[in-house]
Nanobody
Framework: QVQLVESGGGLVQAGESLRLSCAAS????????MGWFRQAPGQEREFVAA????????YYADSVKGRFTISRDNAKNTMFLQMDSLSPEDTAVYYC????????????????????????WGQGTQVTVSS
């Protein structure tokens, strides 16, 4: 059983930065693809970013490319999302997710952006960006 806990959310002004963390339990962290999703009130859950099991490849939603950076530290069982140049459009609950690496066989972003590919989810952390 993999348990995920997000932290680092908060209230910031437009143009500022936040760094989200996702701590995972267990000793098999490197076996999982890790991703970030977000959901704003009244909207669908939205893919934000994902990183391969080895950390060699990252994928981003078009809306966050150039502003967000995903990373992972397998030795510490932790994933990060560095969020720069935040805007009110980024306001949402952010969730970290983990999926078995064998679920991701397509080249490119198509598998990584599908929430149903992920097996474990954190409870979310609120990010609010004021104008």
């Amino acid at each position: 059983q993999v348990q995920l806990v997000e932290s680092g959310g908060g209230l910031v002004q437009a143009g500022e930065s936040l760094r989200l963390s996702c701590a995972a339990s267990g000793r098999t962290f490197s076996n999982y693809v890790m991703g970030w999703f977000r959901q704003a009130p009244g909207q669908e859950r939205e893919f934000v970013a994902a990183i391969s099991w080895s950390g060699a490849t990252s994928y981003y939603a078009d809306s966050v490319k150039g502003r967000f950076t995903i990373s992972r530290d397998n030795a510490k069982n932790t994933m990060f999302l560095q969020m720069d140049s935040l805007s009110p459009e980024d306001t949402a609950v952010y969730y970290c997710a983990a999926g078995d690496r064998l679920n991701f066989w397509m080249r490119g972003r198509s598998d990584y952006e599908r929430y149903e590919k992920y097996d474990y989810w954190g409870q979310g952390t609120q990010v609010t960006v004021s104008s």
